[in-house]
């Protein structure tokens, strides 16, 4: 499984952005224009790209007091969905009588802006191979 296509078709957030501007706030239009970009990469880290998680998250939590620093962060978690092929393989089980649950978790405190924390988890499902 894969969403290349979808991937595909995202287009770069329309903000022009000056490097002399970094720690400038955005203007409302431009923070809705990121919103709809991020809500874009968040589908996607959501689905099949969990290797852009924490950017987008961290972008989403900080939309309301964006900057163009934010804008040049997100540019480079989108170059680096547009570049790298991900895909996700199954394999056939057993049976489901000879399945198992592997869940790994993680989470950490007040680490995304305004002192936001996070939590992230990963559920496989596994039969007697592993």
Not at 40 to 55: C, K, M, N, S, V
Not at 62 to 88: E, Y
Request: aromatic letters at 10%.
């Amino acid at each position: 499984i894969d969403q290349q296509h979808y991937i595909e078709n995202i287009e770069d957030v329309n903000i022009d952005c000056d490097a002399k501007k970094r720690d400038v706030e955005l203007e409302t239009e431009d923070k809705r224009e990121l919103r709809r970009f991020v809500g874009q990469l968040a589908w996607a880290a959501g689905h099949t790209r969990p290797d852009i998680a924490f950017e987008t998250c961290n972008a989403s939590v900080g939309i309301s007091q964006a900057t163009f620093a934010d804008v040049f962060k997100i540019r480079k978690t989108f170059r680096k969905l547009k570049v790298s092929d991900t895909k996700l393989t199954f394999v056939p089980l057993q049976g489901l009588m000879k399945c198992k649950l592997w869940v790994f978790s993680d989470a950490a405190h007040a680490n995304l802006k305004g002192h936001a924390s996070q939590l992230g988890f990963v559920i496989f499902i596994v039969d007697d191979r592993g």
